[in-house]
C-alpha cells in the first residue's frame, strides 16, 4: 500500500514537471532539430529564439547587411555630371488647307537625321530611380518643299534648336547591366533664323512628351555607359500665323522625334 502511494506521488510529481516544462516551452518559438528518448530526452539540436525578435529578423538583417557592404564598396553619390550625345530622326508634318486658293497648293515635308550633344546631371534619389536633364543643343536638317510660281523650293525648319528634356529614370540595380525606362518632358526652342521664318510665323518654343528605354553599363564605379532610345512628340502647333504663300496655304506644322541617347557618366 506504502509502495503504491509513492508510486503515485511519485508519477503525478513527474506529470506535474513534464507540464511545466511543456508550458515554458510554448511560450517561446523552438525549432528542434532531434529527440532520443534512454530515461531522459537528448537535445542534438535547439535553437530558442527570444519573444522580442520580429518574424523576419534573420532576413531583414541580411538584406541590411547586403545594402550596408554595397553602400560601403560604392556609395550612393547625389549628384552625377555626364556628357550626352546621339544622332535623331526628325519628322515634321504639315497639314495643308483644303481651300486654300494660294498658288503654293501642297507643302510637303521632308524626315532628315540629326545630331545632338550636351550636357547630363542626374540626380540620383534611391539607386533605383533618379532624375535626369540632358541641356542639348540639337543640329538637323529638316525641311520643307513647296512649288512657287512653277518652281519647286526647299527651305530647312528649325536647323538649330536649344532643348532641355527632364526624365524620371527607374531600373534595376544589382548588376552590371540593369534596363531602364523614362518618361518625361522637354522644352524645344529655336535659336535658328531660316528663310521659312520669313514665309510663315513659327513659335520659337514648344513642349514635347517623351518616353524610351535604356540599358545602365557599369563599367566602374567612376564609369558609366547608358545607351538609350526614346520618342518625343511635340504637344501643340509650331505654327501661329500665316504669312506670305506658305501661310495661307498650311493648317499645322508637328514635329516628332526618335532619338538614340549615348550619355556617360
Known amino acids: 500500500m506504502k509502495k503504491t502511494l509513492v508510486i503515485g506521488i511519485i508519477l503525478f510529481l513527474g506529470a506535474s514537471l513534464s507540464n511545466l516544462w511543456a508550458n ?16 531522459s530526452f537528448i537535445c542534438k539540436a535547439l535553437t530558442v529564439v527570444p519573444d522580442t525578435a520580429p518574424p523576419d529578423a534573420g532576413h531583414a538583417v541580411r538584406i541590411s547587411d547586403k545594402d550596408a557592404a554595397r553602400n ?27 481651300d486654300s486658293t494660294s498658288t503654293a497648293k501642297k507643302i510637303e515635308a521632308h ?29 538637323q536638317a529638316a525641311n520643307l518643299s513647296y512649288d512657287r510660281q512653277g518652281v519647286q523650293v526647299k527651305t530647312s525648319i528649325a536647323p538649330l534648336t536649344l532643348e532641355i528634356p527632364v526624365h ?10 540593369n534596363p531602364a ?20 510665323n513659327l513659335k520659337k518654343g514648344e513642349t514635347a512628351l517623351e518616353t524610351g528605354v535604356g540599358v545602365e553599363i557599369k563599367f566602374s564605379k567612376r564609369f558609366v555607359f547608358i545607351p538609350s532610345i526614346g520618342a518625343v512628340i511635340g504637344t501643340g502647333n509650331l505654327l501661329q500665323d500665316g504669312l506670305g504663300s506658305i501661310g ?8 516628332t522625334k526618335i532619338e538614340l541617347h549615348f550619355v556617360f557618366f
Request: charged content about 20%.
Open 111 to 139: 524626315s532628315t537625321l540629326g545630331f545632338h550633344v550636351g550636357l547630363a546631371l542626374r540626380m540620383n534619389f534611391k539607386r533605383w530611380w533618379y532624375l535626369n536633364t540632358q541641356p542639348q543643343l540639337n543640329f
Open 72 to 98: 560601403a564598396r560604392d556609395p550612393l553619390r547625389l549628384f552625377q555630371l555626364g556628357l550626352a550625345l546621339g544622332p535623331d530622326l526628325v519628322s515634321i508634318s504639315v497639314q495643308n488647307k483644303m
Open 24 to 39: 515554458s516551452l510554448n511560450q517561446r518559438r523552438v525549432s528542434v532539430g532531434a529527440f532520443s528518448y534512454d530515461n
Open 248 to 255: 495661307n496655304a498650311v493648317e499645322s506644322i508637328k514635329r
Open 181 to 200: 525606362f523614362f518618361v518625361g518632358v522637354r522644352y524645344i526652342g529655336d535659336l535658328s533664323e531660316s528663310t521659312l521664318n520669313k514665309l510663315v
Open 168 to 177: 524620371f529614370v527607374f531600373k534595376t540595380y544589382q548588376y552590371k547591366l
